[in-house]
């Protein structure tokens, strides 16, 4: 086997397609895509919202985007980082974290168009399916959810913040069949398990199962909590002032940006094409001067 | 058995997607938006079997008479015996493209409008019609040296240097 030549032949690279770029950094699945920008024709230049959520180790990134040849263009955004803000400050990535992004970013997108005394959306969360109903002369602002790349199981945190933007006021077309605590055998949601969830009620049980039978791993995997007083009664509580907090002031605040730190230069700065010119000069004229000075030494 | 001439034949070449561009069509053909009265382009676009025009009408350019939910409706120029018609056709977007032959009549129109505003702002008339290129002008030889070129008489000496 050692000496099998599986070489990439030079008409093996001559023939090689290569995927769209963000298909081969894995980011992007375009048959999804295609299908959620695409606009009908005969609504020309109505742009299309997709709502997207995307989640990484540490943040949640809830988007409202529509789609134009330039680029996509992001009409508002919300992280889970912001929550701090509004009184949340453990467990940024988990299904009620997901549900406070979502509220918040629905909030905020009614605010900034001015919808949002008109469509208030769901104000006590209660866990059962709710859709927006047209109110008044505006028709609710019309979402699509995006998931991206991850898998649609039932009880992911996507739903989470799906849940949260409906409960906001926003018109995404969905079903209940992906939220936590709709069970396959009786094909309904229960609306308890999944207010349970809302509320970090998993996150709460948990709590409390670890602190009776492995206080050390208690301690570890719930440092944080513990550091700012966060026991398993009071989460649900927490979590509603959360939302109570989002809908009272659901604007933007754009943190103070710092001027960047000067750093130390490892490397040698490069020259200007000016720069490199007069340089030039300099060498030349020191060479002919000592040339000048050879010819003199010579003679 | 004979050849059949079904809707889609002889064209093993013409709808097949050219060379390392096959796959996901980029997502601008669907982002283009198409009013009625613009001029589009008809490329099959072999990777879409929806909606896709006869073999006839790739490479055609017409106008947009029609505006539906994912296609266009083009109206194309085809000649049948001795005469014209004009054909009604619906294609799906992913094989229209926006055409660029009156793109240099559009921006003409927009420099003239611009530059008859601001005439008409100074106050004077100017005509904004394009003049076809004339012959050129006359001019004057500059700086050229003569040199008198003569014959210079055989000599078969000098011209026998390589093989003598």
Known sequence: MVFVKAQKSKAYFKRYQVKFKRRREGKTDYRARIRLINQDKNKYNTPKYRLVVRFSNKDIVAQIVSATIAGDVVLAAAHAHELPRYGLEVGLTNYAAAYCTGLLLARRVLKMLEMDSEYEGNVEATGEDYSVEPAGERRPFRALLDVGLIRTTTGNRVFGALKGALDGGLDIPHSDKRFAGFSKDSKQLDVDVHRKYIYGGHVAAYMSTLMEDEPEKYQSHFSEYIKRGIEADNIEAMYKKVHAAIRADPTLKKPEKQPPKEHKRYNLKKLTYEERKARLIERLNALNSAAGDEDEDDE | ?164
């Not at chain 2, 055409?99 to 005509?127: M, P, T, V, Y």
């Open chain 2, 1 to 164: 058995m004979p050849a059949g001439h079904g809707l889609r034949s002889r064209t093993r070449d013409l709808f097949s997607r050219p060379f390392r561009k096959k796959g996901y069509i980029p997502l601008t053909t669907y982002l283009r938006t198409y009013k009625i009265g613009d001029y589009v382009d008809i490329k099959v676009n072999g990777a879409v079997h929806k909606g896709m025009p006869h073999k006839f009408y790739h490479g055609r350019t017409g106008r947009v008479w029609n505006v539906t939910k994912r296609a266009i409706g083009v109206e194309v120029n085809k000649q049948v015996g001795n005469r014209i018609i004009r054909k009604r056709i619906h294609v799906r977007i992913e094989h229209v493209q926006p055409s660029r032959c009156n793109e240099d009549f559009r921006l003409r129109k927009i420099k003239n409008d611009q530059l008859k505003a601001e005439a008409k702002a100074r106050g004077e008339k100017i005509s904004t019609k394009r003049q076809p290129e004339g012959p050129k002008l006359g001019f004057m030889v500059e700086g050229a040296t003569i040199e008198t070129v003569t014959p210079i008489p055989y000599d078969v000496v000098n011209d026998l240097k390589g093989g003598y």
